[in-house]
């Protein structure tokens, strides 16, 4: 009997242990998140945001819903943004989550955008963490002048395959905070991945002649 429990006990150890070994296998384990980073990516935005709001304005955030598919390093964003924000005093700041499969490309679907920006008032600033309004030509042309004042962050390449002058020119986009084309000796040494190394922002100048200039924070 002694030897019957002992062999039981032993099986489900072993038991345990492949159950374990096979969730952890199943497991996948990215990269660590730099908080201090995506902490400092939320102030700049904020920064930029509070920089464009008109006296009694509201703050509307665009982010990608983080329950369904967690993504920590939108929620450390998220969570420098708002608290950067609050600093400034007594500023109402909505939140829009988009649901989004995390493996699809980073972009506000077109029709949710332009409801936003079809419903802000002119004292509204739509910061948004998944790049500029993407819209078709149809869409453009029934917002019309565009209120609201609109800051995206460009994540990855994205400032790369868009032309954000052409967002500048239509109003809508105010300011994004881009990519910086990384030096090869930023490349080959990871210590030096800083904010200030990795991201600019850039604004939209409207010249003299009427035509749209980007300018850079690093120009």
Sequence with gaps: MRNRKSTDIVALLIASAAFAAILLSSREFGPPVDRKLHSEIGRALAREALNALRPGGQITVITRDTEAFPQPALDILLKS????????????????????????????????????????????????????????????????????????????????????????????????????????????DPGSMTFGRLYTVVRGDLSTAGTIRTQRDDQ
């Design 81 to 188: 943004f708002q608290q950067e924000v609050r600093r400034s005093g007594e500023i109402h700041v909505e939140t829009q989550t988009i649901q989004l499969d995390p493996l699809r490309p980073v972009e506000v679907p077109p029709g949710d955008f332009y409801e936003l920006i079809r419903r802000s008032p002119a004292n509204r600033v739509i910061v948004s963490f998944l790049g500029p309004p993407v819209l078709g030509k149809e869409q453009r042309a029934a917002l019309g002048r565009v209120k609201p004042k609109i800051i995206a962050f460009c994540s990855g390449h994205l400032a790369e395959t868009l032309d954000l002058s052409e967002f500048f020119h239509a109003g809508l986009l105010h300011a994004a905070l881009v990519n910086r084309h990384a030096s090869r000796g930023a490349e080959d």
